[in-house]
């Protein structure tokens, strides 16, 4: 079992930054580590994700803004978001998958004011 635990949401004028970081209990070495977000009456969205060995992907919104890495000694995920636009105000959750086995965070929001 893998729990998932995000941090870093807040409000931040457009333009600006933050830095979400995510906390992996259990051992996820071998899983995709992924940032997804959500708008209230919207599906959940991929944003970034991450393999093992540092393999990574981005949706077409925030490619050349926003960097996701990990850290697989320290079980953790992070996502760096720079010259952030109200359109990027969402829930956004840190999830790890492997296969069918998918956990997910409870989600921290990001508010970018214009």
């Known amino acids: 079992q893998v729990q998932v635990v995000e941090s870093g949401g807040g409000l931040v004028q457009a333009g600006g930054s933050l830095r979400l970081s995510c906390v992996a209990s259990?051992?996820?070495?071998?899983?995709?580590m992924a940032w997804w977000r959500q708008v209230p009456g919207n599906q959940r969205e991929e944003v970034a994700s991450?393999?093992?060995?540092?393999?990574?992907y981005y949706a077409d919104s925030v490619k050349g803004r926003f960097t996701v890495s990990r850290d697989n000694g320290k079980n953790m995920v992070y996502l760096q978001m720079n010259n952030l636009k109200p359109d990027d105000t969402a829930v956004y959750y840190c999830?790890?998958?492997?296969?069918?086995?998918?956990?997910w965070g409870q989600g921290t929001q990001v508010t970018v004011s214009s």
């Open positions: 991450i393999r093992t060995l540092g393999t990574t």
């Open positions: 259990g051992t996820t070495f071998d899983y995709v």
């Open positions: 999830a790890a998958h492997r296969g069918t086995n998918n956990y």
